[in-house]
Each structure stands twice: as C-alpha cells, then as structure tokens.
C-alpha cells in the first residue's frame, strides 16, 4: 500500500469535513423533498407552493440564530454548567420566537407583513399565515438539537451530526410519501411538509441528544478549569453569539426580502405568484453545490490548539497552512460542480421535474436563476474561511457591519435591476449574489484589521522584550541602591523610637 505521508494532516480534515457536508446537502434534499409533498398537490399547486415559501422563508429568520449557537457550543462549552446555561439561552429564545409566531399568525402584524408587504392576494396570505402558525414550535426544537450539535463537533463528532441529519431528511421524505398517500392532501395539503417537517427535526434532536450524553455528557467536568478560562459567562456567550446570529438573521431574512421585492415588482400578479413559486424550487437546488462549504468555519475552532480536545490527540498537528490549502481544494470542487450541474443543457431541469415534480415549462423558467448560483461558492468560501478564523479569535464583534452592508447591497440591487430590465426569480438571485460578493468584502476588511492589530500587539511586545533585555543591569542597581537606603531609613527610625522610650 502507497503512504502518502505529506497528506496524512489533511485526513482529520476530510473526516471532520465530510459529514458535515453530507448534512448540509442533505437538508438542501430535505427541502425539495418537502416542495414536493406540495407540488404533487392535484388543485392549486403554484399558490400552495408560494405560500409554504413564504412561511417557510420567515420562519428560517427566526430559526436562523438559532443554529448558529452551533458555534458557541463548538467554541465556549468545555463543561456540564457551560451547556446548562447555553440550552437556558436556547430556551429564552425559542419562547420567543414562538411568542412571535403566534402574532404573526393571528394579529394584524401578520396581515401587514404578509399579505400587504408581499402583495398577494387573501388567499395565499391566508394560507402563509395558517402554515406559519403551524411552524411555530419548530424553532425551539432546531435550537436544542443544534447547540448538541455545536458540543459533538468540538469533541470531532462530526459523524453523528451528519447522521442526525441524514436521519432527518430520510425521515421528512418517508413522511412525504406516507402522507401523500393520507386525506391530509384533500384536509389540509400544507400539514404534508410540516409535519414532516416536525418529525425529522425530532429525530435529529434526539440522535445528537443521545450522542452527547453517550460520548460527552460523563467525560467533561461540572466546571470548567483555569487552563480553558474557567467557566463562560452568559454574558460572553451572547457577545460571541450576537454578531453571528446578526449575520445568520441577515442571510436568512435575504429570502423574504427578495420575495418581498420579486413579488411587489411583478405588481402581485399571477407572474408574481409564480416568480415566488421558481425561487423556493430553485433555493435548495441551487444551494445543494455551495452551501456545505458555510461548513468550513468549524474547521478553524475544531482544529484549534486551545481546544481542550485536541491536546489529548497526539498525531500529526493540522497547521493553518493544511486549513488554507485544504479551502482551496474545496472551493475548486464546489465550482466544479456548480457549473457541471447548471450548465450542462437540460441537466437541472432534469432534477426540477424527477425531484421536486413540477413540468418542463415550470423547470424552464429555473434555468437562469440556476446559472446565476453558479458563482456563489467564491464569495461563501472567503466568508466561511475568514469568520472560522475569528471564532478562534473570539472577536466575532468586527463580523457586525457585514451584515449591514449584505441588506444594503442586496436592497440596492432589487431596487436597481428592474431598471436594467431583470425580472423575476432572475432579480432574486442576482441580488442575493451581490449581497453575498458585499459580505464577503466587509468580513476580508474586518479580518485585514484583527491581522493587523495582531502585528502591531506583537511588535510592541517584542520592542517590551528587547528593552527589558538591553539594560537589566541598571534596574537591578537601581533597585539595590533604593532597598540599601529604605533600609538605612528603617534604622534610623527604629534608633530613634528606642532612644525616646528611655
């Protein structure tokens, strides 16, 4: 057998990477399997599919910060009392966003957001709102599974969280196809995918549940000891959490915003119906080739020489060098895909009538929209690469302005193309390009600032040494000279209290 020793650091890489990948192509297949519970819908498929995007869209906001305390898990959980206090955040949370759900659903801030904001007619924004009501206990479900989630990867188990999701989506497809076949279809077509919904996150929850108590819950300590900082505050959770959660809330809301748009330029006409309609078909096709590479931030605090975990591994040590080299490899191939899949003649339309089930002339109106997330890996890789390392860092604070300038590039590009005569799934997509290249722009000039505050810290430190080096005679003669004449001083004070007492 070959050995291949310049490639064995590369190989903890690629175990750690993969199942993550697989999770996050998995979810993309999880989706269309639940486009096509509605999509096979005998009566009203297009409104149907319009208006599960949409809840489905909103209630991906709320979800969205959610997960992303996948990462504190990774980052700051080193002990039993540093989980309780991350799952009492999740809780608080997911009250929350159920509380919002609620009035989403039933008071006039829902009819404002949804049917006036979006302009469609009552119809679908019944339904939307009807089907966001029904989502509402999700979010608090996603949370708990996904800080378990964050936990197992900082120990490498990266394998049950991609087999949580795996699970996940085999079950939400399994439960498509029963309840196609039940009277839900004709009662209420939108339960078909959220229930399904509902049952796969389940299952994730209690799979990465099961493997943090099985692997992790009895090997960590109740508390945290000095050599990791001691135990993490609430307080430093949330200031870690809080800038990515900003992000990931921007990424999310990207979707109903561009909706919104799309929906409001075609005037809320039956094209806008089924512009809204092309873009949820075409968001997990055209996510599936690029999205598992949002995946590559875990990587730098995984790998991390501070991670407890990784002090107890005595193999060959993964230096930033393999990390870089190995981003590389995986943007080449994310391309390659990208352009393999959605530019090969009648490839993708294949896929949107085999798997989602729609008809030729459907998947025809995807093709554009399809090409154009072609070019998506570039920026989300830069992002992805840059964000991990700054997680290492724990200065996710400079990550904030990114997310401004997404919404207002993306706003601006909505705002400017119509103009320029794009249309349609056309504009969403594109725009959705430009606030990704904007994003990834800021979080390069954030990193371009941490790097060079590092330089000049190390410097000033290296100039401390270098002075501290070059005279230690003269602070230690001075400093003898001073104890030599405090002493004397001392003498002269004790003779004279001796002196006055006879």
């Not at 990867?153 to 087999?163: E, P, Q």
């Not at 590559?296 to 870089?324: C, E, M, Q, W």
């Amino acid at each position: 057998m070959v050995d291949f020793p310049s490639l064995s650091p590369y190989w903890p890489l690629i175990r750690f990477l993969v199942p993550l990948a697989i999770t996050n192509i998995a979810i993309d297949l999880g989706e269309q399997a639940l486009n096509r519970g509605i999509a096979t819908v005998k009566e009203d498929a297009i409104e149907m599919l319009a208006s599960y995007g949409l809840a489905y869209s909103l209630m991906k906001f709320f979800t969205g910060p959610m997960s992303d305390f996948k990462n504190v898990g990774l980052v700051f959980v080193n002990s039993r009392r540093d989980r309780r206090k991350a799952v009492l955040c999740m809780v608080t949370a997911g009250v929350i966003a159920f509380v919002l759900h609620i009035l989403i659903a039933y008071t006039d801030l829902g009819y404002y957001i949804i049917n006036k904001l979006h302009h469609v007619d009552d119809s679908v924004g019944g339904k939307t709102r009807k089907a966001f009501l029904y989502l509402a206990a999700f979010p608090l479900l996603d949370a708990m599974a996904w800080i378990h989630a964050g936990i197992l990867l900082k120990h490498k188990y990266s394998v049950i969280v991609g087999s949580a999701s795996i699970s996940d989506v085999v079950v939400q497809i399994v439960f498509v196809a029963i309840l196609l076949h039940s009277n839900l279809e004709c009662v209420e077509p939108l339960l078909i995918p959220i229930l399904s919904l509902y049952m796969g996150a389940l299952v994730r929850f209690t799979i990465v549940g099961l493997g943090y108590y099985c692997n992790i819950h009895d090997n960590i300590p109740d508390s945290s000891g000095l050599d990791v900082g001691g135990d993490a505050t609430i307080k430093k959770m949330l200031s870690f959490w809080w800038p990515l959660a900003l992000i990931l809330a921007t990424q999310r809301i990207s979707r109903p915003i561009v909706n919104l748009f799309v929906s409001r330029d075609l005037k809320g006409t039956a094209d806008a119906t089924e512009a809204v309609a092309v873009l949820t078909a075409t968001y997990p096709v055209g996510h599936m080739p690029y999205g598992w590479l949002t995946e590559l931030r875990a990587v730098y605090p995984a790998f991390d020489k501070n991670n407890p975990s990784n002090k107890l591994n005595a193999g060959t040590p993964v230096t930033k060098s393999h990390i870089k080299k190995f981003t590389s490899c995986c943007v080449a191939l994310s391309l390659t895909l990208c352009f393999a899949v959605f530019w090969t003649p009648n490839f993708s339309e294949k896929i949107l009538v085999d798997v989602i089930g729609v008809d030729y002339a459907f998947a025809d109106l995807c093709v554009v929209p399809l090409r154009i997330f072609s070019f998506f890996p570039v920026p989300v890789t830069a992002r992805a690469h840059l964000t991990g390392w700054l997680m290492t860092l724990k200065k996710t604070f400079v990550l904030a302005p990114s997310s401004v300038l997404r919404i207002i590039v993306l706003i601006t590009s909505l705002v400017v193309l119509p103009y320029m005569g794009v249309h349609g799934a056309t504009l969403g997509v594109g725009s959705l390009l430009a606030g990704f290249v904007g994003e990834s722009t800021m979080v390069a000039i954030a990193a371009c600032y941490v790097y060079r505050q590092q330089k000049n810290n190390e410097m000033s430190n290296d100039l401390v040494v270098e002075g501290e080096d070059a005279a230690p005679m003269s602070e230690v003669c001075s400093r003898t000279q001073m104890d030599a004449i405090e002493e004397l001083a001392e003498e002269e004070e004790e003779e004279e209290e001796q002196e006055g007492r006879q």
